[in-house]
């Protein structure tokens, strides 16, 4: 298991951008398969995106596709997610999350997951 840490989230108006990062520890973080989640107040945490460590696939939730790009820096440690387009239906608390299962989409394919950081979409 890893540990993640998010960070980037806040206060945006409709139609902007916003950037989240995950930091994680760990010196096998190149062979992690990366997701982020959201949960939205008074409902289930969804999926949203995937980062697959095998050749770098990416699969995103139909909500979000064109709008929201996933990627990673092996370097660094950390992946990312540029939101652009936002929506106030993309208000959630976004979770990052990691798992050995390359092409994992499901929560129950991922072990570590980070503590969450609050995106607010609205006027």
């Known amino acids: 298991q890893v540990r993640l840490v998010e960070s980037g989230g806040g206060l945006v108006q409709p139609g902007g951008s916003l950037r989240l990062s995950c930091a994680a520890s760990?010196?096998?973080?190149?062979?992690?398969?990366m997701g982020w989640f959201r949960q939205a107040p008074g409902k289930e945490r969804e999926f949203v995106a995937r980062?697959?460590?095998?050749?770098?696939?990416?699969s995103y939730a139909d909500s979000v596709k064109g709008r929201f790009t996933i990627s990673r820096d092996n370097a660094k440690n950390t992946v990312y997610l540029q939101m652009n387009s936002l929506k106030p239906e993309d208000t959630a608390v976004y979770y990052c999350a990691a798992t050995v299962v390359a092409y994992g989409r499901l929560e129950t394919d991922f072990r570590s997951w980070g503590q969450g950081t609050q995106v607010t979409v609205s006027s």
């Open positions: 760990g010196r096998t973080f190149n062979t992690y398969t």
């Open positions: 980062h697959s460590w095998i050749g770098g696939s990416t």
